[in-house]
């Protein structure tokens, strides 16, 4: 179960904006990987925080509002499918929490983040499994998940045939088969490997990505607070 042992640590060593910051949707075959950063306010608990894989879909939203009113600062970003294809699902993934942590109107001086590492002049710890250790990436991958997951329901309504809104873009049954039937969409991931086989499969002419500003508009209320 997550704990504030890595926050207070990190208090005792001086430090006092602490973030943490974590991604979802790496392991997806369609869209962004999005990223979390959330300072949590120690005057303020919020009870039942966890790594949000353990979560169901309702105990998360109740829980990503909460972080919302009572975190000194979040914010959500994301790297996509385009970024995703050029430069490795990992680097986009650092690039999305390098993003989030960018979008903090409290400026951080302390990360704790999920697995890996950021290329920001700031003191942070890499923590494997930190969703399921930290508060403050527990928060952070409660956001990114809730964050993605209403984006890929509004995506189910642009491309109706993939099943987005309950499989959310990951390589399900369902998915894989629509793949084989229709092909891929020009916001997959064509770096993967099942994307791939789909346009071996079909008689398809990929040409391109499109401009996705209109797509990320479904996030524009819900990116950034501060209290």
Same mark, same amino acid.
């Given at each position: 179960m997550p704990s504030s042992r890595y926050e207070r640590a990190a208090r005792s060593a001086g430090y006092r904006t602490i973030a943490g910051v974590d991604e979802a949707g790496r392991g997806a075959l369609f869209g962004p990987v999005f990223a979390a950063?959330?300072?949590?306010?120690?005057?303020r608990q919020i009870r039942g925080l966890d790594d949000s894989k353990l979560l169901d879909a309702d105990r998360r939203a109740v829980l990503a509002e909460r972080i919302r009113e009572r975190a000194s600062a979040w914010a959500v970003a994301g790297a996509d499918a385009f970024e995703i294809d050029r430069?490795?699902?990992?680097?986009? #993934?650092?690039?999305?929490?390098?993003?989030?942590?960018?979008? !903090?109107? /409290?400026?951080?001086? $302390?990360?704790?983040?999920?697995?890996?590492?950021?290329?920001?002049?700031l003191?942070?710890?890499?923590?494997?499994?930190?969703?399921?250790?930290?508060?403050?990436?527990?928060?952070a991958s409660i956001l990114a998940k809730t964050a993605r997951?209403?984006?890929?329901?509004?995506?189910?309504?642009?491309?109706?045939?993939?099943?987005? #809104?309950?499989?959310?873009?990951?390589?399900?049954?369902?998915? !894989?088969? /629509?793949?084989?039937? $229709?092909?891929p969409t020009t916001l997959h991931r064509f770096s993967f490997e099942p994307v791939r086989n789909a346009c071996q499969s079909q008689d398809y002419v990929w040409s391109g990505y499109p401009e996705q500003g209109e797509l990320f508009r479904c996030l524009e209320a819900n990116v950034t607070n501060t209290r």
């Open positions: 950063a959330v300072v949590l306010d120690p005057s430069v490795n699902i990992l680097q986009a #993934s650092r690039l999305a929490m390098k993003r989030a942590i960018e979008r !903090l109107r /409290a400026a951080s001086d $302390f990360l704790l983040i999920d697995a890996v590492t950021v290329d920001l002049p003191s942070q710890k890499a923590i494997i499994h930190g969703d399921s250790l930290s508060f403050s990436i527990a928060a997951d209403a984006a890929l329901a509004r995506w189910d309504q642009v491309f109706p045939h993939y099943g987005f #809104s309950h499989n959310k873009g990951y390589g399900t049954p369902d998915h !894989l088969a /629509a793949l084989e039937k $229709f092909g």
